[in-house]
Every structure is written in structure tokens, then in C-alpha cells.
């Protein structure tokens, strides 16, 4: 069975602070991993990994993926209020059905 | 363009009771898929819709079913409610373009936030 398991499951810094969650999973015929962030109700796509080794970057955010182990990170640096959210990791073998971790819930203190 | 829309935002059942909840994708996207998200179990995969019929499913009952229409608008039912069943569903779109990852990134709807009483 396909799993996905995301840590911490809740991490509260203050703001200013780097931060770098964890997502590492079991799929079989794996094809990419994504990150979504939730802040309300609906996620919003953050990067889909398929290569290892490859960064993606999007301002202070960024990701990496790790094949050979089986994980990824998400990065994010100068962490701001408005970085407060659910962080999703999500992996699928190419087909619409992604498989997500239990997220974390990311919270910035002022 | 707009974003993935869902209705009703809020619904309030009883036990035993039927529900069925609306979305209409971004225009242009033909894959439809639906989440059911809860805090014990995070977000679960029911299934997915393209071209009006399904092509994926998760692992729920029969009472959960789904449908889309030509204009690739889809529609989920819960039939005989259970306690269980209060959750967030989701709804999410694609375009199902070449293979190139356009299938896997899904824009989510803001949900339906259904409880069961």
C-alpha cells in the first residue's frame, strides 16, 4: 500500500526562523511528489519534484527530492506570519490519484 | 479564470439522510477528482472523473458515488449517512494534457464542509 509519512506533524518557530519540514513515502512505480500549502480550506500547489537532486525554488521557499532514499524537504527561510499554514506532501504514479501525508502544521509567531 | 467552484460550502445532514455536493472545474479542465479530508485520517483519494466517466477510484464504500457532465461539471453523492462521513470534501481539476505533469497538478475548490449529526 501507498504511504506517505510527513514530519513533525506540528512545529511552531517565530518569525525570522528557517524551517525545513519532512516527507518521506512508499509508492510503488513512483512518478512525483508534491507540496501543497493549506491555509483555509483549499491547498495551493506549491512544486512537484521527479527528479532527484533537483531544487525547485520560489522565493523564500524551496524543495528537494531524494529518490534513492525515498524523501523529500521543503525549505523555507526568513519564515514570515503569512508562511502560518498545513504544508501537504503528496506522491502519485502518474495517474490523477495522489496519496497524501497527514501534513504539517506549520505556525509563526511573531 | 476562475478557480475551482464548490456548493455548497456548508450542509448539515442527520444520519441516514443523502447529500450530493457540486464543483465545476477550472474551464478548460476535463479530469475532475474528489478528497475527503478529515483531521484523523488527512486526505483521502475517492475518485476521479474525465470525459463523463470514472477512471480512478479510492477506497470507499458504495455510498459514495460520483458523476460528470458533459461540461465536465461533476457531482458527488453520499447516500445513508453515517457520523463518520462529516468531513471536508474537496474537489480538484486538471488539465489531462500530454506527459508532461499537467495531470498530477491538481487546483483544489475550497471544499464542502459537511457534518453529520
Known amino acids: 500500500e501507498d504511504k506517505v509519512v510527513q514530519s513533525p506533524l506540528s512545529l511552531v518557530v517565530h518569525e525570522g526562523d528557517t524551517v525545513t519540514l519532512n516527507c518521506s513515502y512508499e509508492v510503488t512505480n513512483f512518478r512525483s511528489l508534491l507540496w501543497y500549502k493549506q491555509e483555509k480550506k483549499a491547498p495551493t500547489f506549491l512544486f512537484m519534484l521527479t527528479s532527484s537532486g533537483i531544487e525547485k525554488k520560489s522565493g523564500r521557499l524551496s524543495s528537494i527530492l531524494d529518490k534513492k532514499e525515498l524523501f523529500s524537504i521543503l525549505n523555507i527561510t526568513a519564515t514570515q506570519t503569512g508562511d502560518s499554514a498545513i504544508y501537504l506532501c503528496a506522491v502519485t504514479r502518474g495517474a490523477q490519484k495522489l496519496v497524501f501525508g497527514q501534513g504539517t502544521r506549520l505556525t509563526i509567531n511573531p | 479564470k476562475a478557480g475551482v467552484t464548490q456548493t455548497p460550502r456548508y450542509l448539515i445532514k442527520t444520519r441516514g439522510q443523502q447529500v450530493t455536493l457540486s464543483c465545476s472545474p477550472i474551464?478548460?479542465?476535463?479530469?475532475v477528482s474528489w478528497y475527503q479530508q478529515t483531521p484523523g485520517q488527512g486526505l483521502q483519494f475517492l475518485f476521479e472523473?474525465?470525459?463523463?466517466?470514472?477512471?480512478n477510484k479510492g477506497n470507499f464504500p458504495g455510498r459514495f458515488s460520483g458523476r460528470q457532465f458533459s461540461n465536465s461539471r461533476s457531482e458527488m453523492n453520499v447516500s445513508t449517512l453515517e457520523l463518520g462521513d462529516s468531513a471536508l470534501y474537496l474537489c480538484a481539476s486538471s488539465l489531462d494534457g500530454p506527459d508532461d505533469g499537467t495531470l498530477e497538478k491538481l487546483f483544489f475548490g475550497s471544499g464542502t464542509q459537511l457534518s453529520v449529526l
Open positions: 472523473y474525465f470525459s463523463e466517466t470514472q477512471r
Open positions: 474551464s478548460g479542465h476535463r479530469s
